[in-house]
């Protein structure tokens, strides 16, 4: 759900940042495990660009060269 509220979230004074989990979304989302799917994508995307408008930042853990390299090109910190 925190997903839907992102630029919400993003806006509060208390947050400084964002850390997704990618499981935690995926299965949130109900895709079940994550796989870095299109879908997985497009949903750290959409947290990317609502952390850029926000001013600020967001990292992830990216286990692998693809993940950390698909993270840095959307803005990860």
């Known amino acids: 759900a925190a997903l839907a509220d992102v630029e919400k ?3 509060l004074p208390t947050v400084d940042g ?3 989990g990618p499981s935690d979304l995926a299965l ?3 895709r ?3 796989k870095n799917t ?3 994508k497009a949903d750290l995307r959409r947290i990317a660009e609502a952390a850029k408008a ?3 930042p967001w990292i992830m853990p990216a286990w692998s060269k693809i993940e ?3 993270a840095l090109a959307i803005g990860a910190s």
Do not use: M, N, Q, W
């Open 68 to 70: 950390r390299e698909g």
């Open 28 to 30: 949130s989302r109900g």
């Open 38 to 40: 299109e879908e997985d």
């Open 54 to 56: 926000a001013g600020k």
């Open 18 to 20: 964002l850390f997704p």
């Open 32 to 34: 079940g495990c994550y």
């Open 9 to 11: 979230i993003l806006a």
